[in-house]
Structures are given as C-alpha cells and as structure tokens.
C-alpha cells in the first residue's frame, strides 16, 4: 500500500494541471488523500478526467450567438468527452433532449461534459437562453478506405 500511496501522490502532484500551479495546494490535499482513500479515490478521477479532457477532445465554441460547428461528428458506442467553449461576453446554456445534457457555460469560459455511449443517429442541441442557436451532435461509424 505503500509504494501505491506514493504513485498516486506523484499523480496527483506532476500530472494534474490544475494541482502543479499551486504547491501548497497540492500538498494540503496530497496530505489529505493519504489518510482518507475515498479523498484518493476522488483525486485519481479528478487527475484522470483532466488528462482526458486536455488530449485531443473535441470542441463546440460558441461564438457571435452561434454554435461552431453546428454538428459534431463523433463515433457510436464510445464515451466521448466534449469541451464547450464560450468566447461570447453572456452565458448559454448547451441543452439537449435527445442526450440528456443541460449546463449553464459561463460567459468567456468553458465547460465539459460527456456524451454517450450512443447509437448512430443525430442529437440534437440548443441554447436555451437563446432559441435561434441549434446546433447537433451526429453520431455515425467513420469511413475507411482499406
């Protein structure tokens, strides 16, 4: 258990982007999850969701009242993190029906959510402060040429 703690306190001190900008902070709660293993628990997923938003995830900006783009193409059956940015000086809020999502993005901010596993199809979505954006979120199998 040992050599287990020290790992994921190295985790939780190198990789995490959020953690490594502040020692004190870092310690304080590397501390924390020493003794507590839910708190360890919870910092391991925290670290881990964070790498796993900063590689590669795909991104819906919402600029000038507008969804861009307005469909996002994603892969069925996999559960695919979506970071939704907001360069707009007001809030929104990405809502969808059809995926069960509902999230207030600040204004100048950015949120994350996961979508799916789905089946192939298309997901609609909207701004519920403001109608008049939609956009949708098309699930379908990539096409290879082999």
């Known amino acids: 258990m040992a050599n287990w703690g020290l790992y994921m306190r ?7 982007p959020i953690l490594t900008q ?5 310690k304080e709660i590397m501390l924390l999850a ?3 293993q839910n708190v360890l628990a919870l910092c391991i997923g925290l670290c881990l969701s964070a790498v796993a938003f900063a590689e590669g995830a795909p991104v819906i900006t919402i600029h000038n009242a507008q969804f861009e ?6 892969a069925p059956g996999v559960r695919t993190p979506i970071v939704i940015r907001n ?3 007001i809030p929104a809020e990405f809502e969808s029906y059809d995926l069960s999502r509902e999230v207030v993005v600040p204004a100048h ?4 959510v996961f979508v799916g596993p ?3 199809g298309r997901y609609e979505f909207f701004n519920d402060f ?16 082999h």
């Open 22 to 26: 502040s020692r004190i902070k870092a």
């Open 10 to 16: 190295m985790i939780i001190i190198y990789d995490s």
């Open 87 to 89: 360069q707009d000086a």
């Open 118 to 120: 789905v089946e192939a």
């Open 34 to 36: 020493y003794h507590k």
């Open 69 to 74: 783009p307005r469909e996002l193409v994603i």
């Open 130 to 145: 403001n109608h008049d954006m939609k956009g949708a979120i098309v699930v379908k199998p990539a096409t290879g040429g």
């Open 109 to 112: 901010g950015e949120v994350s």
